[in-house]
């Protein structure tokens, strides 16, 4: 079905009557701050909607498409993903924490301080698409890339793979200035041409991965309960 | 005998196995499953090769190509589905050119993505280290001759001397201008003979300062 403009109220009928979206196409459509836990979004296309704020936590989304829509601190936590496209989307602040995604592509994106910790992301590629301070503790990326065609790489800075898994994964000309590797397991990556001042590599485990000489991957101090507060 | 550990050392292979069970051993085995069936997925399954070719384009039958989110650029989904679906007229607006794409509109093509300049200047061309002939020097104009006697006089002196002696010998003083000919203009060399004294180049020069400066602040703006 087709919801356009001003057609919230049967957008959010179907939703509840199909538990999701099914085959539908929601253009121009306001769902700021919906409830949908646990809901499916199966071969729907959203564009220029907004679903800023809305919970949407152990969704099941496949073959999504989503097109200039704002997903500001959306809750997608606990969410299944598979072949998903977001595109010239608003993430920032999104929580996809333990998001489990396979085949995603975010293309000319803002996800700044988007969360996805402890996520499973397989063939992902993030174009164009800021990252900045992203946090993606303890996550395992397999098949992941990260570039900019305008910036020459991706802007990773302080973003946080704090104890992650990232397995085949290209950070080519990425800016990853003050970005946290620390315990952060490394097999296969590409750090070529990637802007590495003030990262923090302590603790992680290059297997196949070629860092820039002097490096320190000496084991972190052990925290501190002052320093989590 | 060789100490085995001083082998292991040595075979950067068997040093990176070390290293990846040293990674794995500290992992659940929860962890390890949920990793093994992510990656045998990936590269046995589904045969995906490693990240930094993930932008060449599948063959448009193959099974890969029906499921390559997040594989392939968005410029090699726009020229895989191009290929595909020959003569549609959305995707005939796309323009694709390497990893920047532009739409066609009744205004004139939008870029979509940004177009990047190559930062690095445009190489010299070949022999480019030749002053370019605007630049009147000794060895490259026939025009200004008279600007530098040293030059005429070392050619007069030739041209006494050489009635006995053969062609080449004055050769020198043309043999240079020659050179840089092919680079420029065809209008320009294009002139017989030592013209010097001719009025056009004499009231050009006079000109040029005013001209120059008109034309620099059209370039401006």
């Known amino acids: 079905m087709e919801f356009t403009r001003n057609q919230e109220s049967l957008a959010l009928s179907r939703f509840r009557e199909v538990g999701g979206f099914r085959g539908d196409r929601l253009t121009d459509v306001a769902l700021r701050g919906m409830h949908g ?55 920032n602040e999104a929580d996809l924490s333990g998001i489990a995604a396979r085949r ?14 402890g996520a499973r992301l397989t063939v992902a590629r993030f174009e164009e698409t800021a990252l900045i301070r ?7 990326l397999v098949h992941v890339s990260f570039s900019d065609t305008r910036m020459g790489g991706a802007p990773l800075d302080r973003a946080t793979f704090e104890g992650a898994r990232l397995v085949d994964c290209s950070f ?10 620390r315990g952060a397991m490394i ?3 590409d750090f070529d041409d990637a802007l590495l001042e003030g990262a923090d590599f302590r603790g992680a485990m290059p297997v196949g991965t070629t860092l820039p000489p002097g490096t320190d991957l ?8 002052a320093g989590e507060f | 005998m060789a100490d085995p550990s001083e082998t292991a050392a040595a075979d950067p292979a068997e040093e990176s196995a070390h290293a990846l069970r040293a990674s794995l051993s500290v992992m659940d085995r929860e962890e390890l499953v949920e990793l093994g069936v992510q990656l045998l997925q990936t590269y046995v399954v589904e ?57 066609r509109t009744p205004m004139g093509n939008v870029d979509v993505t940004e177009y990047r300049r190559p930062t690095a200047p445009a190489p010299a061309p070949v022999g480019g280290g030749a002053p370019r002939q605007s630049v009147p020097t000794p060895s490259d104009s026939i025009y200004n001759r008279s600007l530098y006697p040293q030059a005429d006089r070392g050619a007069a002196q030739e041209r006494s001397r050489g009635a006995s002696e053969p062609q080449p010998a004055a050769a020198p003083s043309r043999a240079a201008p020659a050179a840089p000919r092919p680079a420029a203009p065809p209008s320009e060399p294009a002139r017989p003979g030592p013209g010097p004294a001719s009025p056009a180049p004499q009231k050009d020069a006079k ?7 008109r034309f620099r602040l059209i370039e401006l703006d």
Do not use: W
């Not at chain 1, 949407?56 to 969410?79: E, P, Q």
């Not at chain 1, 000496?218 to 309960?225: E, G």
């Not at chain 2, 060449?56 to 989110?69: C, H, T």
């Open chain 1, 37 to 91: 836990t646990g809901c499916r979004v199966d071969e729907t296309v959203l564009e220029r909607c907004d679903l800023a704020e809305a919970d949407l936590s152990g969704a099941g989304v496949t073959a999504a498409t989503f097109v200039s829509t704002n997903l500001r601190a959306v809750r997608l936590g606990g969410a299944r993903a598979s072949r998903v496209e977001v595109y010239y989307c608003e993430l």
């Open chain 1, 104 to 117: 995603l592509r975010v293309h000319g994106s803002q996800a700044m301080n988007v969360k996805l910790d």
């Open chain 1, 134 to 140: 992203a946090s993606f503790r303890a996550a395992t």
């Open chain 1, 172 to 181: 080519r000309g990425a800016n990853l200035r003050g970005a946290v590797f």
């Open chain 1, 187 to 189: 097999v296969g990556c």
């Open chain 1, 218 to 225: 000496s084991p972190p101090p052990p925290p501190s309960m």
């Open chain 2, 47 to 103: 045969g995906l090769g490693p990240v930094g070719r993930g932008g060449e384009l599948p063959a448009p039958n193959s099974a890969r190509a029906v499921d390559s989110v997040g594989e392939e650029t968005f410029a090699g989904l726009l020229r895989r589905l191009k290929a595909e679906r020959r003569g549609d007229p959305i995707l005939e607006k796309f323009i694709v050119n390497g990893e920047h794409i532009q739409v």
């Open chain 2, 207 to 213: 000109d040029e300062p005013a001209q120059d400066k």
